[in-house]
């Protein structure tokens, strides 16, 4: 059964959420998700790991040593589980976080159009 581009924005803010949900045990504050061609555009609001925060006006350059790590890892479960759930080829997964603003964007780079 082929979801309509509503049902499967609906999957991906799910699936997101989920990522997200056990990598820090919390839930996106706000997310959209916007399917473009091959492209799946996922904007969120996230709130910052308390850790990382504290540390950030210390030793930024740690910090973003940690946030490229926790990108990677949140990229390589986010494709995992677009593949498994969704049954949707993925190409590629980029992503960037600004920590000043708490806004993370993501895109999904499909083999084939939508």
């Known amino acids: 059964m082929k979801l309509t581009c509503l049902d499967l924005k609906q999957e991906i803010i ?8 056990t ?3 919390t839930g996106l504050r706000k997310q959209r998700v916007t399917v473009v061609e091959d492209k799946i ?3 969120a609001d996230h709130k910052r790991i308390p850790a990382l925060a504290a540390l950030d006006g210390r030793d930024r350059m740690m910090t973003r040593i940690m946030d490229v790590a926790i990108l990677d890892e949140y990229k ?4 995992q589980e677009i593949v498994s759930q969704l049954g949707l ?9 600004d920590p000043e603003h708490e806004l993370a964007v993501t895109i999904v780079v499909l083999n084939e159009n939508i």
């Open 14 to 21: 799910r699936v997101n959420n989920n990522v997200n949900i």
């Open 23 to 25: 990598m820090f045990g």
């Open 41 to 43: 555009i996922i904007s």
């Open 76 to 79: 390589r479960r986010l494709k």
């Open 89 to 97: 080829q993925v190409k590629s997964v980029l992503k960037d976080y």
